[in-house]
């Protein structure tokens, strides 16, 4: 476990006021983010340090030749310096998987009005 006593700038959000030392922050700790970045909205966050996020999306019926509207659920980390809360937007960020259904990391949190 590396301990840091800097913040460093992911270079895709911007750095959180408060501070943390969860070694799974992209901004406190070692974790990198690549991949998928994309903003959606959290619809549960019962788990341990672990929010649940909700994409829709329309998808595309081939026999009927209509298109019909799907969604996906994604669990994401949510780094204490963040903390984002049940009906929050949220911008994610692919990682490494941390655990078996979470490969995905909170960046930063959305204000209603953007």
């Known amino acids: 476990m590396v301990k840091r006593k800097y913040s460093r700038s992911i270079g895709i959000a911007p750095i959180p006021k408060r501070t943390c030392d969860d070694p799974n922050c992209p901004f406190h700790g070692t974790l990198s983010v690549r991949g998928r970045i994309f ?48 009906g929050d937007r949220v911008r994610i960020g692919e990682c490494r998987p941390l655990a078996k259904t979470v490969s995905f990391v909170v960046i930063e949190k959305i204000e209603k009005g953007e």
């Open 39 to 86: 903003e959606s909205d959290v619809v549960s966050d019962r788990m341990n340090k672990t929010v649940t996020v909700q994409q829709s999306h329309l998808e595309l019926i081939r026999k009927y030749k209509r298109y019909g509207r799907s969604t996906t659920r994604i669990h994401a980390h949510n780094p204490p310096c963040i903390d984002a809360k049940e």
